[in-house]
Nanobody, 120 residues
Framework: QVQLGESGGGLVQAGGSLRLSCAAS????????MGWYRQAPGKQRELVAR???????NYADSVKGRFTISRDNAKNMVYLQMNSLKPEDTAAYYC??????????????WGQGTQVTVSS
């Protein structure tokens, strides 16, 4: 029902910046919490940043002060601005849409991922 597509990844030097974009197809985009997750080879997928349907952001401690998540409900878009990138930020980054009905099931959707590589 909801399709997500990420873009904006690439190769960047340490200290540089990238902006990731996630486009959602759903007509009920505004009610979903949106998140960015990342997964490096041999490691677990981890939450990087999340923004609620009301626009409240949350961040992993490792990216606080460097990354900013935002959303544009009119465009069905969510963004992740990444500044002061470090080699340890290297990972595949995934967009996630999440909605739990008050008395119903959970809806979870994932994008295909975009690779971010930070060189030292």
């Amino acid at each position: 029902q909801v399709q997500l597509g990420e873009s904006g990844g690439g190769l960047v030097q340490a200290g540089g910046s990238l902006r990731l974009s996630c486009a959602a197809s759903g007509s009920i985009f505004s009610m979903y919490a949106m998140g960015w997750y990342r997964q490096a080879p041999g490691k677990q997928r981890e939450l990087v940043a999340r923004i609620t349907s009301g626009g409240t952001p949350n961040y992993a401690d490792s990216v606080k002060g460097r990354f900013t998540i935002s959303r544009d409900n009119a465009k069905n878009m969510v963004y992740l601005q990444m500044n002061s990138l470090k080699p340890e930020d290297t990972a595949a980054y995934y967009c996630n849409a999440h909605w739990r009905a008050p008395i119903g099931p959970v809806y979870d959707y994932w994008g295909q991922g975009t690779q971010v590589t930070v060189s030292s």
